[in-house]
């Protein structure tokens, strides 16, 4: 059975990589019918964050990927690597160092003045004598001395690390008996029966440290696949600026879950030309192995083009809950909210457009576009909008945009003008500008009432 899992450190917030990372590796054991597990890595104590944390966890119920199995925090499990840690300790695969900083520190500057690559050079590793005194030991696995470690990628194929140019006996506990990163990560996923690794590519030189730990506690290695970076539209590594941002803050920018998944599994995979997926096509179709060897770019552009079809295709009863729980937005007594939700969801690409535009349409205007003032007011404006006003005023049924289409209508043929003779200083003085829904929306939205007190204002005021 396809194991996978996302391990995230809670010492800030879960940005669109690692989300990318935890969709793939959901993806692929829900395709094999296997589990998807989810583990914290929070045994960093001093930068961890209960907060950060938290995020996290609200990023997955907010997007629906659920853990399999209960959450794994690895702070709650020391007695767990202490034991291994003893264990290959016993076996005389690791062992106490007694090295100090300074001693190090010597040895590092040492090596760099002979232009050698800095490591530990072994002094401790057969080591037989009495321990020095006043020295908290750290512990060290022995890794090989010689060879090559092979790491079998379902992305970059494999690769061969030589062992002098990359490994000495790293550290496995620090000297108050912490363990390590890449022996808790090894620990961790061997224990919880992880088959497959999908990860970044920034993890691909921890692999063979990990392996070292698989090899000397009799683990078997998982399956690795190392999932090139991303890179914005400078193939530079995303910046807050470019979309590193916390996931959570997709939400209060209006974007949906399903366009920000359908967004990330696009970066890096395809199935031939086709851009919308749906989860299930999505678990239907994806393949680790089809993720692209070369980083993949981030383009805003493409996120809003799809968080804009799935907006359109959402029912008004959802859009309408999501504007009043995400942004408290009300719209639950407005009789005219189905015209203005329909009409607003084929102009939105977020949400929180449809909050902006709504306000623009059910507010009056404060003030009014200069440049457009100019564009629209010229000549008989005035008159015409006199005229439509009357119109207007003199009708009883007004329920549906055709309705005051065909006031508009009537006053076009009855002056024998084009549309923006009246168009252009009709919304400029229901909406303070040029642009927006159409003009008959906005007027079934507001009401005739409305709409002449509006007309009243720009009259006076413009």
């Known amino acids: 059975m396809v194991v996978t899992r996302f391990a995230p450190s809670p010492t800030g917030y879960l940005h669109i990589g690692g989300l990318r990372t935890a969709l793939f590796s959901y993806l692929w054991a829900r395709k094999n019918g296997g589990k998807f597990v989810l583990r914290i890595e929070d045994t960093d104590k001093a930068r961890n964050s209960e907060e950060a944390a938290q995020k996290i966890l609200q990023a997955f119920t907010w997007l629906g990927l659920s853990s399999d199995e209960e959450i794994v925090y690895q702070s709650q499990r020391d007695d767990i690597y202490r034991k291994y840690i003893q264990q290959l300790l016993d076996e005389n695969k690791a062992y106490y160092c007694y090295m100090t900083k300074e001693e190090l520190d010597a040895l590092r500057e040492e090596q760099q003045a002979k232009k050698e690559r800095p490591r530990y050079d072994g002094r401790y590793r057969d080591f037989s004598g009495t321990p020095p005194k006043g020295v908290e030991p750290v512990i060290r696995i022995k890794a090989p001395t010689s060879g090559t470690i092979t790491v079998h990628d379902g992305i970059k194929g494999s690769i061969e690390f030589k062992v002098e140019d990359m490994l000495d006996d790293f550290i496995i506990a620090r000297s108050d008996g912490s363990p390590t990163y890449n022996f808790v990560v090894a620990v961790d996923d061997a224990l919880m029966g992880i088959t497959d690794v999908i990860r970044g590519d920034d993890h691909l030189s921890n692999t063979p440290k990990q392996i070292v730990v698989y090899n000397a506690l009799g683990f078997e290695v998982p399956k690795f696949y190392h999932v090139p970076m991303i890179h914005n539209a400078q193939g530079k590594k995303l910046s807050k600026r470019d979309g590193a941002t916390d996931v959570m803050e997709y939400k209060k920018m209006g974007y949906l879950p399903e366009a920000l998944l359908n967004f990330l599994v696009r970066l890096g995979w395809s199935h031939g030309d086709q851009e919308i997926f749906s989860l299930e096509e999505m678990v239907s179709l994806f393949d680790p192995s089809d993720i692209n060897r070369s980083a993949s770019i981030y383009n805003v552009e493409k996120l809003d083009w799809l968080n804009a079809h799935y907006i359109k295709n959402s029912s008004n009863e959802r859009i309408e809950r999501l504007l009043e729980e995400d942004f408290g937005f009300i719209l639950s007594s407005h009789d005219k909210k189905e015209v203005l939700l329909d ?28 440049k457009a003032v100019k564009k629209a007011f010229k000549a008989d404006a005035k008159e015409i909008l006199e005229d439509f006003k009357n119109t207007l005023a003199q009708k ?26 009246i168009g252009q200083p009709l919304r400029v003085s229901l909406l303070g500008k040029l642009g927006g829904p159409g003009l008959d929306v906005v007027m079934t939205v507001i009401g005739k009432e409305e709409t002449i007190a509006r007309i009243d204002k720009a009259l006076r005021e413009l």
């Open 396 to 421: 009883e049924s007004l329920h549906l945009p055709v309705d005051y289409h065909d006031v508009m209508e009537e006053v076009v043929q009855k002056r024998q003008i084009g549309f923006g003779k």
């Open 343 to 370: 009409a607003l969801k084929e102009r939105a690409k977020t949400l929180k457009d449809i909050v902006d535009m709504a306000q623009e349409i059910l507010n009056p205007p404060s003030q009014y576009d200069p």
